[in-house]
């Protein structure tokens, strides 16, 4: 293998170009047309969940699912510290307050043992992320949800096709939202959907979407006056999004499948460095079926860790390091609190290091691996 190996590249199918066309071409190329359609069904159907919109992005499926969960002024909703920043921006765009708590050491998700300690009266969700589509221990989080009246929201934006228990990522809570930007499995360049379980929730969210109005229920004839009735923004992706959209997810199945095969060989690759201590790899409960989204390995240490990253970029391999934690974040110290210790949050994403994973890079894999391998086993300065 010559040349860089990056460490994404967005796929292409083959038909986004075709189905673009249609989508130019028929009479109307704004919002919810054929291909938002297809798309919704397709997603309603294979995550066994009710309800489907499609949205411009996962952060704006995040924040209407802030919106639908009524969170306003002074209300808490507690996350992990470990995410992307729309999670909990979702939360404080509509004035509540994240409160973050520790991960798991395993699977790097909410540590569901500390979330009851962190509910007060102002508590009115917890959002929870399936880092690297291995979903979070649902069962239990949703007990605790439902012992204290609290709404469950699902940011999947990385577990698109991922199971827990057998049942699909996307369908194990009260709301859940997935991402298409050009960075996960299946991409539209930007986008993402908003999963709902109520027919409630999902006649509101078309109003919230729709700029506040009552549009849907006029397309529907069930009102005669198009108007103004409620809080709103424009979250709904184009024809020409959704066009891209529906291409990738007739490819969904082949796409995750190619992807799986790459995460094995990582993981294969390095079984005998694990052994030796030089890394951990990553750890998938039983329970859990994950979608190939991220590879990555925690280093023995931060310092180690950026200078893996160096070795494998000079060595014309991309790999990246992961989130910096919300809570030690300028706008997270800001907006956000923490509760109780923050230990594993505080160490082990100072270690993580991102392998390139994408569709079609094949024996690049190999050659990323050996890289790796490589660079570990040369001493390094501590
Ligand atoms: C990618 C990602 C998002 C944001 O998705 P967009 O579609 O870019 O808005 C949110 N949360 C998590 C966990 C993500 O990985």
């Not at 993402?192 to 919230?208: K, P």
């Amino acid at each position: 293998m010559s040349g860089f190996v990056p460490f994404n590249r967005a796929p292409v199918t083959g038909r986004e170009l075709e189905l673009i066309a249609e989508a130019l071409n028929a009479p109307h190329m704004a919002a919810d047309g054929v291909h938002t359609k297809w798309c919704q069904a397709w997603l309603t159907e294979r995550l066994g969940a009710p309800h489907v919109l499609l949205t411009t992005s996962c952060t704006s499926a995040l924040e209407l699912a802030a919106i639908l969960c009524g969170i306003g002024p002074g209300d808490e909703v507690i996350m992990p510290s470990f995410t992307f920043v729309s999670t909990a921006n979702a939360i404080v765009m509509r004035g509540g307050t994240p409160v973050f708590v520790d991960i798991r050491p395993d699977t790097l998700n909410i540590d569901e043992k500390r979330i009851e300690a962190a509910i007060t009266e102002r508590t009115r969700a917890i959002y929870v992320v399936h880092y690297a589509g291995v979903c979070a221990e649902m069962d239990a989080i949703n007990a605790i949800a439902r012992r204290h009246g609290l709404l469950v929201v699902e940011d999947a934006a990385q577990a698109l096709l991922c199971s827990y228990k057998g049942k699909a990522a996307g369908a194990l809570a009260d709301m859940a939202c997935f991402s298409f930007h050009e960075t996960k499995n299946v991409v539209s360049g930007e986008g993402g959907a908003l999963v709902m379980s109520s027919a409630d929730q999902y006649v509101r969210s078309r109003v919230h979407a729709e700029k506040g109005t009552n549009r849907t229920a006029f397309m529907l004839g069930q009102v005669d006056k198009y108007t103004w009735v409620d809080k709103g923004a424009s979250y709904m992706p184009s024809e020409i999004t959704a066009a891209v959209l529906r291409a990738q997810l007739e490819r969904a199945e082949d796409i995750i499948a190619d992807r799986l095969a790459t995460w094995q060989r990582y993981h294969e690759a390095f079984a005998q460095a694990e052994r030796d201590g030089l890394l951990r790899r990553p750890v998938v409960p039983q329970e859990c079926v994950h979608n190939g989204h991220i590879y990555y390995v925690l280093l023995p240490d931060n310092g180690q860790r950026n200078a893996m990253i160096a070795t494998l970029k000079a060595n014309n391999v991309g790999s990246a390091f992961h989130y910096i934690p919300l809570h030690s974040s300028p706008a997270g110290e800001r907006f956000g609190r923490v509760h109780g210790d923050m230990t594993v949050t505080d160490t082990l994403p100072g270690r993580l290091l991102r392998m390139p994973l994408w569709y079609g890079m094949g024996t690049a894999a190999d050659a990323a691996a050996e890289a790796l391998l490589k660079a570990l086993r040369v001493p390094h300065p501590a």
